[in-house]
């Protein structure tokens, strides 16, 4: 047996460990089963190779729960370690660095990325342990095998141990504040977690089954009546782990179906299909692997519970994945599998890298291409899931660039009549009937059909096509596009008149003198609320509304984009709601409110308040008094 210190020049590096290198416990699990299936990996590589000749294809990983020894077992069938081995990986190596380590973290805010190649991660143990064993045989046979024992001191034990079998067993001495980690529910939700597609098969206790090897048989009474026997169960291992997920495969090897599995494999409390899936498959000049899924998605832009999760070979970082994968595609789902992302050892940072960059661009480009394809290839199919994909698909264009450029090409807008058109198609269309006088390219879009119904069969009713752009980022879309477009400008049908949107060379003649125009703006002031409507006195088509009230499509789309983030002007959200109040000088009611005397203002109140109604803006005691007038005229 021999005895000796942890090559450190420190007291005690423990707490340094507990301190500096892991921020949640439970990692340690994943630390010890990634190190485990590892050492296996290493034996099937030299089988490989001719230097092995055992049997390496039944190997296994075993975690085991002695909840009355207050112990966690973790056991490999891999390569193994010999008392040399033993001294050089976990005595020397692990704390090679361990005074520049001291060095490093005097200030403690200068945690990340610093530890990456001292070879810690076995250590993590001790942050839920107060003693750990290591029994360990390498797989040359004509090693001994070791026992090595630490209580979390740099003091160590290491001695010849009773172990027959090739492999190591790590003995977790569970510390009274960890004992959470001696509950199978606990554990199993950590195995789940991290280490749901490791490549190695995992056994964590037994399962009942039904016999594979049994068929229950039928049988009839005197009477007739038919009887089962029971399904006869048997008890296996219960393997925790799937090791050849979907994303490791060739995109040749795997059906549509099997990318519906998987998705549900990954999210199992999704019970919507996916609209289409993206296997990401490359080596050079980085390697990744994974599989992004387009999920149906909503106006909604609430970060979504179920995000994209980053692995490195296999093992689970996490499900932030910031920096890795563009913003806009962070409301996509899946997995990303990359051995080149730089994490600092704990895997809870992402450090800065030239490759992170190279990687976000890869993704980003093999999304466009992606759905560049499913655009010409089946356009009418595109259409149909357009909805539930142009929040990624905007936001993009908003985002990236380079993303814009190719979007450009199979990015939609859709009628209110339900005909899509890419933007080049849609300039197309409408060029000859909303270029105004002074040559711009006038596109109109509603928000929501209901609500502004009456300005889209006027617009409608003038030949004009009316986009349905109803997506809660579209104010700061069409302000790109605007920008991006040489005299195209936006304006939603129900921004003011519609010969005030797409203004022509002719102009209509008012039936009203000057004199009636300024008395019948008086009387309509004196009754609307100057603090919230500006009077604004136009002549229109005759069978037009009396009054029609407009909100700017300056004002309304800052608000807008303040609401949604970015653009916007400092303070709009405070902004009071104004209006302006268009007055249809050639409508008939006109000629009755200047001729009414005694029942001028309730004239002027009603069509105010039928106004507000096709605007959505009459509420509370107003609709009341709306619908006690209403009723009190009809009855006069």
Known sequence: MAKGKINVH?????????????????????????????????????????????????????????????????????????????????????????????????????????????????????????????????????????????????????????????????????????????????????????????????????????????????????????????????????????????????????????????????????????????????????????????????????????????????????????????????????????????????????????AVKKISTYITKKVADKLSSLFKKDREEFEKKWNDIKIVIEYGMLSEPKFFEKAEKFALYPTVNDEYFTFEELKEKIKTAQTDKDGNLVVLYANDKDEQHSFIVEAESKGYQVLLLDSPIVSHLIQKLENEGDKVKFARVDADSMDKLIQKDEDQISKLSDEEQEKLKGYIEAVVPKEKYTVQMEAMDSSSNPFIITQPEFLRRMKEMQQTGGGGMMGMSNFPEMYNLVVNTNSDLMQKILKAKSKRGEYINQALDLARLSQNLLQGKEMTDFIKRSYELMNN
């Open 10 to 354: 420190v007291e005690n590096i423990f707490p340094l460990i507990k301190r500096f290198l892991y921020s949640d416990h439970e990692i340690f699990l994943r630390e010890l089963i990634s190190n485990a299936t590892d050492a296996t990996l290493k034996l099937k590589h030299l089988a490989s190779i001719g230097e092995y000749k055992g049997d390496v294809d039944t190997a296994r990983l075993e975690v085991k729960i002695d909840k009355e020894g207050k112990k966690l077992h973790i056991i490999d069938q891999g390569i193994g370690m010999s008392k040399d081995e033993v001294k050089k990986y976990i005595n020397d190596i692990a704390f090679s660095g361990a005074e520049e380590f001291l060095e490093k973290f005097k200030d403690e805010k200068n945690d990340a990325g610093i530890i990456g190649h001292f070879g810690l991660g076995f250590y993590s143990a001790f942050m839920v342990a107060s003693q750990v064993e290591i029994l360990t045989k390498s797989y040359r046979e004509d090693e001994e095998a070791a026992h090595w024992i630490c209580d979390g001191s740099p003091e160590y034990t290491l001695k010849k141990a009773d172990k027959k079998d090739r492999g190591t067993e790590i003995i977790l001495h569970i510390d009274e504040d960890s004992t959470e980690f001696l509950e199978e529910q606990r554990i199993n939700e950590l195995l789940m977690k991290y280490n749901k597609f490791m490549p190695i098969p995992i056994k964590f206790g037994t399962e009942e089954v039904p016999d594979p090897d049994h068929k229950p048989k039928t049988v009839k009474d005197k009477d007739g009546k038919e009887t089962t026997e029971p399904q006869k169960m048997i008890t296996v291992d219960k393997i925790i782990n799937n090791t050849d997920p979907a994303w490791t495969k060739q995109p040749t090897d795997l059906k549509d179906e099997d990318y519906k599995a998987f998705y549900r494999e990954l999210y199992p409390m999704q019970f919507e299909e996916p609209l289409f899936h993206i296997h990401l498959n490359v080596d050079y000049p980085f390697n990744l692997t994974g599989i992004l899924y387009f999920p149906k998605l909503t106006t909604n832009m609430d970060v979504q519970k179920d995000r994209i999760q980053l692995y490195q070979n296999q093992v689970f970082v996490t499900d932030n994945v910031e920096g890795i994968v563009p913003d806009f595609l962070q409301m996509l789902r899946g997995v990303i599998d990359s051995p080149d992302i730089p994490l600092n050892v704990s895997r809870s940072y992402l450090q800065a890298d030239g």
